[in-house]
Structures are given as structure tokens and as C-alpha cells.
């Protein structure tokens, strides 16, 4: 089945205490990009790649580390979290090109203490 | 200051009527608009995609609407079913690469 996938789906961690979200698609799409949705704001982008080794940084990447190096997996690290990144993750992909679909994960819900 | 904005910020309808979102934007320059549909606890689900171009985009009992002038889109759903409880979200992107999201607004269909 086509699909995003994200590990944990749900984690309670402390301040400080370095995590990562693993992100992995099995539809070989160049494109994969990080979310966060928080109430009142919506979703906002943290990071985008457009295929391996190539990242871009969206609108909140302040906090956040990717890395691209398979196709197929985007992980999201916080090197050191802190409560106002309690939120809920999505990861998404897509083929390529601007007009293609991007799908998303079932979302990782994360707070910080 | 957000780049999109939707109203409103929730509704209430009664099953088998229509209704009417609105989503104004200041992105600039403009590539392409998407309007999402996302199920509590789910991923936003692609509905339909505009370009500048168009100003008018159906998918089954969803029609999205553009005024690239005005910078306003809106998505009209016909005949509520109550699977469409949901959130909207209005997606606009320079590039197609780089996306800013609306808050959303919250349907809520009753029987």
C-alpha cells in the first residue's frame, strides 16, 4: 500500500532531551516536507527537500534539524526541545513537479515538558 | 502575519444544504492554490488545485472558486453529507514547493 509513515505517533519527552520523528515513503517521490499544526495557526512548514541531500528551510525551521540522505526517509530532529514545540507533526511527499499531490502521514503528536 | 486567511472559523450546517468557505490571500507572486480536507486526527487530504489561470475547479460535491485579482478563493460543498465534517484548508504557493496554509475552517454537519 502507498503510503507516509511517521514514528512515534504519539511522545511525551522532557526539555532538552533530543529526539527525532522518523519519516518514510514507499512511492518514490523526490519531494518530502515537515509540518507542524498547532490551534488558531494551522499547519506551517518546518523544512522541505526536493530530492537527496537537498533541504530547504519553510516558515518555522527555528528549533529543527532534517536530513535527506535516502530517498525514501526525511527524519525531523530537535536537538534540544522545548515546550513551545508541543504540537502535532506531519510529514508529506510528493512526486515532483508543483501540480502533483502531496500526501501526508498520520501525524505525530509531541510534548514537551 | 499570516498570508492566508479563512473564514469563517467554523460552521454549522444540516445535512443535505450547501455552503460556502472563503479564503483570501496576500501571497505574492501567486502559483498555485489547493484547497485540503482534513479528518480529526487524519492528514489533509488534496481536494483540488487551481492555478492562476482558473477560476473555477470541481470534485464531485466540491467546487472551488479563484479570483486571481481579488486574491480570493472560496469552496462551495453541495448537498452536506455528514462525512463532511471536517476542517478545510486553503493552500497557496509561489513556487509549489513552498506552501502557506489558512488556519482552516471547521464544518460541522448535523443530521
Known amino acids: 500500500e502507498a503510503q507516509v509513515t511517521q514514528n512515534p505517533r504519539y511522545l511525551i519527552t522532557v526539555t532538552g532531551k533530543k529526539l527525532t520523528v522518523t519519516c518514510s515513503q514507499n512511492m518514490n517521490h523526490e519531494y518530502m516536507s515537515w509540518y507542524r499544526q498547532d490551534p488558531g495557526l494551522g499547519l506551517r512548514q518546518i523544512y522541505y527537500?526536493?530530492?537527496?541531500?537537498?533541504?530547504d528551510k519553510g516558515d518555522v525551521p527555528e528549533g529543527y534539524k532534517v536530513s535527506r540522505k535516502e530517498k525514501r526517509n526525511f527524519p525531523l530532529i530537535l536537538e534540544s526541545p522545548s515546550p513551545n514545540q508541543t504540537s502535532l507533526y506531519f510529514c508529506?511527499?510528493?512526486?515532483?513537479?508543483?501540480?502533483?499531490?502531496?500526501?501526508f502521514g498520520p501525524g505525530t503528536r509531541l510534548t514537551v515538558l | 502575519k499570516n498570508q492566508v486567511e479563512q473564514s469563517p472559523q467554523s460552521l454549522i450546517i444540516l445535512e443535505g444544504k450547501n455552503c460556502t468557505l472563503q479564503c483570501n490571500y496576500t501571497v505574492s507572486p501567486f502559483s498555485n492554490l489547493r484547497w485540503y480536507k482534513q479528518d480529526t486526527g487524519r492528514g489533509p487530504v488534496s481536494l483540488t488545485i487551481m492555478t492562476f489561470s482558473e477560476n473555477t475547479k470541481s470534485n464531485g460535491r466540491y467546487t472551488a472558486t479563484l479570483d486571481a485579482d481579488t486574491k480570493q478563493s472560496s469552496l462551495h460543498i453541495t448537498a452536506s453529507q455528514l462525512s463532511d465534517s471536517a476542517s478545510y484548508i486553503c493552500v497557496v504557493s509561489v513556487d509549489g514547493y513552498k506552501l502557506s496554509f489558512g488556519a482552516g475552517t471547521t464544518v460541522t454537519v448535523r443530521a
Open positions: 527537500s526536493m530530492n537527496v541531500e537537498v533541504t
Open positions: 508529506a511527499s510528493k512526486v515532483r513537479d508543483w501540480w502533483d499531490t502531496q500526501y
